[in-house]
């Protein structure tokens, strides 16, 4: 699932500056986003203000704005950090992997940030899932992964980034991330890593002309 608005950053301001593991350098931009996050699933998107999420945090509107384009934004705060990561795993892997399995550990390695985030995260989740103008965001932070899954796959098969199979698993990447979502969503028990991974072994295509060195 991921974030993003420059595509992948949709609106996050560049000062806020966001490390792997999902902490950002800005307490107050993880703080208000957090926070919002409960407002928006609480009392609804729409009625949520940007006073409202401020209030909550104890700070300003102006300081809001300082991070964050719009109250929307707030979902995408680690869209940058993860994606980044993505690509590095991606360049440091094994070329005698398959190629969707690198992606596979890749991206759960990217998104899951472990139980200490699981509430944020659950939130994230939901609000992508079911809120309509978080869901016209996530168009162009989706079209993002899949350029580098695309790019990716491409490299290691040999292939262009517009041939059949290099799009196919970058669709069924993100259509699998959506379906494992929904089911961790539905069991407050399940642990990310094993909601997504069933998903990959049952959407994501493997070419049987791939071939490992």
Known sequence: MSREVT?????????????RG???ASTSARALAAAAQRLFLGDGFDQTTVEDIA???GVSRRTFFRYFATKADVVWLESDAELEHFRGVLA??????????????????????GL???????????LILYVPAVQA????????????????????????????YPLAVAYAVMAASSA???????????????CLRPMFALMVPRARDVTTD
Do not use: K, M
Request: proline residues 4%.
């Open 7 to 19: 595509p992948s950053g949709a609106g996050v301001s560049s000062d806020v500056e966001v490390d």
């Open 22 to 24: 999902g902490r950002p």
């Open 55 to 57: 209030a909550a945090v």
């Open 92 to 113: 440091a892997s094994d070329a005698s992997i398959h190629p969707v399995d690198v992606i596979e550990n890749a991206f759960i390695a990217s998104i899951d940030h």
């Open 116 to 126: 200490a985030e699981d509430e944020w995260a659950r939130h994230r989740a939901e």
């Open 137 to 164: 965001q996530a168009a162009a932070v989706y079209r993002q992964w899949r350029i580098v899954i695309a790019e990716f796959v491409a490299e290691r098969t040999s292939r262009t980034r517009d041939d059949e």
């Open 180 to 194: 494992g979502h929904e089911r961790w969503l539905a069991d407050p028990d399940a642990r990310l890593a094993e």
